[in-house]
């Protein structure tokens, strides 16, 4: 089955750092563009940031960038979204999701279920 | 950066109606490198349209989208009771890409 498996809910305190994973399965992984998308509370979706797992070129949005790391690791069809320093507004729902088609970064027609994270001290 | 504004914020109809959303650009969108998608509360967002006119496997036919440069619509031709939900539009022409607020389609 072609689907995309994100790691579970995670609470953690302000400044602690924390990494978030996406696995792929029933697809060529390295083919296709994984993207990160934040929903914060009652909000509406927010583009963070893609990355090509083929060769890992990576874009961000300016929002951000230096905020967030995207990685993959390729031996385990893994893509990855990681800060050092959690604040209490990064607390939201955080999705990822791939690009429809090959090679290039365009809308997403695969999603992952959404990790919920929470950042409260 | 490519700013999408949706409207209306919120859409009041009735099963069976006709809606018509909107999304309109801050720049041209060339090559019409729109996509629309639905969520519905406590799901992901699911694809419905992309290529601005083009619906994604699966999309009933009661869904369509048009418009090119930096007017688009997303229109839904009798809207059936799971079609009650949010909608965003996602331009993916130029970085960073971004989406639009969302436009609410909730029962009169």
């Known amino acids: 089955e072609v689907q995309l498996v994100q790691s579970g809910v995670g609470v953690k305190k302000p400044g602690e750092s924390l990494r978030i994973s996406c696995q792929a399965s029933g697809y060529k992984f390295v083919a296709y563009w994984i993207g990160w998308v934040r929903q914060m509370p009652g909000k509406g979706l927010e583009w963070m940031g893609i990355i090509y797992p083929s060769d890992s070129d990576t874009r961000y949005s300016p929002s951000f960038e230096g905020q967030v790391t995207i990685s993959v690791d390729k031996s385990i069809n893994t893509a990855y979204l990681e800060w050092n320093s959690l604040k209490v507004s990064d607390t939201a729902m955080y999705f990822c999701a791939r690009s429809t088609f090959v090679g290039v970064a365009t809308s997403f027609d695969l999603w992952g279920q959404g990790t919920r994270v929470t950042v409260s001290s | 950066e490519i700013v999408l504004t949706q409207s209306p914020g919120t859409l009041s109809l009735s099963p069976g109606e006709r809606a018509t959303l909107s999304c309109r650009a801050s720049?041209?969108?060339?090559?019409?490198?729109l996509a629309w998608y639905q969520q519905r509360p406590g799901q992901a967002p699911r694809l419905l349209i992309y290529g601005a006119s083009t619906r994604a496997t699966g999309i009933p036919v009661r869904f369509s989208g048009s418009g090119s440069g930096t007017d688009f619509a997303l229109t839904i031709s009798s809207l059936q009771s799971e079609d009650f939900a949010i909608y965003y539009c996602h331009q993916y022409n130029d970085w960073p890409r971004t989406f639009g607020q969302g436009t609410k389609v909730e029962i009169k």
């Open positions: 720049q041209s969108v060339s090559s019409s490198y």
